[in-house]
């Protein structure tokens, strides 16, 4: 189970959800769905820019559980 901790990425960076949207240039219901672990897949392109935005890694959002 691939978990996603960008709620605690947004914590640690003081950052709404809706900034990181704009940021990313996604949509805000878009940014909300992979931030509650709905989303069925992610783009590089998009991880890439998230990364980008909150200055941090691929494996600071996505975590690996059993």
Known sequence: MIIVNLDVMLA???MKVSDLADQVGITLANIS????GKAKA???ETLDKICEVLDCQPGDI???QK
């Open 12 to 14: 640690k960076r003081k």
């Open 62 to 64: 996505l975590e690996h």
């Open 33 to 36: 769905i992979l931030k509650n």
């Open 42 to 44: 992610v783009r590089f």
